[in-house]
């Protein structure tokens, strides 16, 4: 299956009388886009309309140019998809094999023989193979999130939505993550959401800032670092408290490095210093209120 494209407008979401989604609109077609923002920020709601999970209350989507109102071409979209959710529920005492099996099944991977075959080609590509007859219950909480990130990637789907998808993960098994997701990204849309600048870097190539229920930055994670040069700087000693400056921290040899624009008339001795992508979006979230939609 070739990469889906993914079209949405002007979405929007009330969710316990807050804009979960305020006027959201993205296209996507190849590669891997990052949805990067705080808790709260709306990037789980944003991936479960996407998914067709949820309807928005406004605003349209369209996979691939199929209309998820619509309940066939709804079908059709699922068909094509592949979803993690951020909280994954497995039975028990089901084994790993089975759960992903399971999942093909009901996808209409058929018939048995070659579902079976690429269930198992799924579980090595997560590095689950030898686990295969094991229970879920048996699994280890980073075991079960490369467990949904299997059945997620079942039967290359054209679009593939992570939400969270290195929550559990070690760093070795990260960068695997980062290998795989680079993969599927040549022949797939990879939609991913995390709310940690390292794993924006790392993973994605198009970067969607999230904040408020809206987005506020789309373009490359290294155009959002760029954003921050001349606002990054160090100092022997804590600058005082405004509000031009957005954080500060002590540096390992005792210098002070913080982030935001100098007060007018310090007297410290300043050294700027090259922006990182947390820079950046320190910078970036500080000016958008936050308001409650996952």
């Known amino acids: 299956?070739?990469?889906?494209?993914?079209?949405?407008?002007?979405l929007r979401l009330r969710l316990g009388?807050?804009?979960?989604?305020?006027?959201?609109?993205?296209?996507?077609?190849?590669?891997?886009?990052?949805?990067?923002?705080?808790?709260?920020?709306?990037?789980?709601?944003l991936?479960?309309?996407?998914?067709?999970?949820?309807?928005?209350?406004?605003?349209s989507i369209r996979v691939d140019g199929l209309d998820p109102a619509d309940h066939r071409q709804r079908v059709e979209i699922?068909?094509?998809?592949?979803?993690?959710?951020?909280e994954v529920g497995f039975a028990e005492r089901a084994t790993v094999?089975?759960?992903?099996?399971?999942?093909g099944i009901v996808k209409e991977h058929g018939p048995a023989e070659r579902r079976h075959a690429e269930v198992v080609r799924v579980l090595c590509a997560v590095g689950l193979a030898d686990r295969r007859h094991e229970r879920v219950g048996a699994l280890s909480g980073g075991m079960r999130q490369r467990l949904g990130i299997a059945q997620a990637l079942l039967g290359a789907p054209g679009l593939v939505i992570l939400d969270e998808p290195a929550n559990g993960l070690d760093p070795e098994q990260r960068l695997a993550l980062r290998e795989q997701l680079s993969r599927v990204g040549e022949r797939s849309t990879v939609?991913?959401?995390?709310?940690?600048?390292?794993?924006?870097?790392?993973?994605?190539?198009?970067?969607?800032?999230?904040?408020?229920?809206?987005?506020?930055y789309s373009g490359t994670p290294a155009g959002l670092t760029a954003t921050a040069r001349g606002r990054v700087w160090t100092a022997p000693a804590p600058p005082p408290a405004g509000p031009s400056i957005r954080a500060s921290w002590r540096l390992p040899d005792g210098r002070f490095r913080f982030v935001g624009d100098p007060p007018?008339?310090?007297?410290?001795?300043?050294?700027?210093?090259?922006?990182?992508?947390?820079?950046a979006y320190l910078l970036l979230v500080q000016r958008v209120p936050t308001t409650i939609g996952g």
Request: proline share 5%; hydrophobic share 45%; net charge negative.
């Open 47 to 59: 991936l479960r309309c996407l998914a067709t999970v949820v309807d928005p209350d406004a605003g």
């Open 1 to 10: 299956m070739t990469a889906s494209s993914v079209v949405a407008e002007d």
């Open 17 to 45: 009388g807050h804009d979960a989604l305020a006027g959201v609109s993205l296209t996507a077609r190849g590669g891997v886009v990052a949805l990067l923002g705080p808790n709260g920020a709306g990037k789980t709601s």
């Open 191 to 216: 939609l991913l959401s995390t709310h940690l600048t390292e794993e924006a870097a790392a993973f994605s190539q198009v970067l969607h800032v999230m904040d408020g229920g809206r987005i506020v």
């Open 78 to 86: 699922r068909r094509r998809l592949g979803y993690l959710p951020q």
């Open 97 to 103: 094999f089975d759960v992903v099996d399971y999942c």
């Open 264 to 279: 007018a008339g310090l007297a410290l001795p300043v050294t700027p210093a090259e922006p990182t992508l947390e820079d």
